[in-house]
């Protein structure tokens, strides 16, 4: 069996509340923190940034955080997330006008790099820089917003990738994001996937530490 990740996205977390919400979903089994920066540029709403990450090493958050980067331009930004604390630090490709220089920028910087493909995107930009990248993900939805449908062509592009990744024989993750729940993670994990971003889903029940398990049962069957 894969080494499966479960990563919440804090973007459906009560943001008045953040510190105690990250804890909370660690303490419930979380392996990870996905961090959404939206820009209002390259998508049309607007969250967090390199202050907010800080705050969480400030409140002594430990765990891997896995920031998505919906923004353009990315360069500027990554050595301040970099800074702040960020463990991995993924972009679009679209957006950024040198792809294999903001991988190196970002691993420059100390930080594991991603590259993110919207449901339209095909993964062509990986080809000629997979031994720059350290995770790829797959967005199953378009990228904006939590709590919209899982898009299930992402199954394939999945496949597509893992078969990439496996041809590489590099220890490249592979991440799915928008849409899982406990009723699809399964199939994505069929179809290649190693981490798990979920965010209306495990911030939307009361109970974070049983919808993590049942997750983990899916993912274990
Ligand atoms: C969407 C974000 C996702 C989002 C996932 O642009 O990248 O990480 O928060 O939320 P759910 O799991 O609710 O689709
Ligand atoms: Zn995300």
């Known amino acids: 069996m894969r080494d499966f990740k479960v990563a919440p996205s804090i973007l459906s977390a009560n943001f008045a509340r953040l510190g105690d919400e990250v804890r909370r979903v660690l303490d419930a089994g979380a392996d990870m923190v996905h961090f959404d920066v939206m820009d209002n ?27 998505h980067l919906m923004v353009k331009p990315v360069d500027n930004i990554v050595p301040a997330f970099a800074k702040a604390g960020a463990s991995w630090i993924t972009f679009h490709p679209e957006a950024s006008e040198h ?16 590259l993110v493909f919207n449901p339209a995107t095909p993964l062509d930009y990986l080809r000629y820089v997979l031994d720059k990248v ?10 904006g917003f939590g709590g919209q449908a899982f898009i299930p062509s992402a199954l394939d592009k999945l496949r597509e990738a893992r078969s990439l990744i496996d041809a590489s024989q590099r220890p490249i993750r592979l991440e799915i994001d928008g849409g899982i729940k406990t009723d699809n993670i399964r199939a994505a994990a069929e179809a290649g996937a190693d981490t798990f971003v979920a965010g209306s889903a495990i911030f939307g029940v009361e109970d974070y530490q049983q919808v993590i398990s049942e997750m983990r049962a899916e993912l274990a069957k």
């Open 41 to 67: 540029h390259y998508v049309p709403n607007l969250t967090i940034g390199p202050v907010v990450c800080k705050a969480l090493r400030d409140e002594g958050i430990t765990a891997d955080i896995d920031v």
């Open 99 to 114: 792809v294999d220089r903001t991988l190196q920028l970002i691993r420059d910087n100390g930080c594991r790099a991603g």
């Open 134 to 143: 350290d995770m790829v993900l797959i967005m199953s939805v378009n990228p």
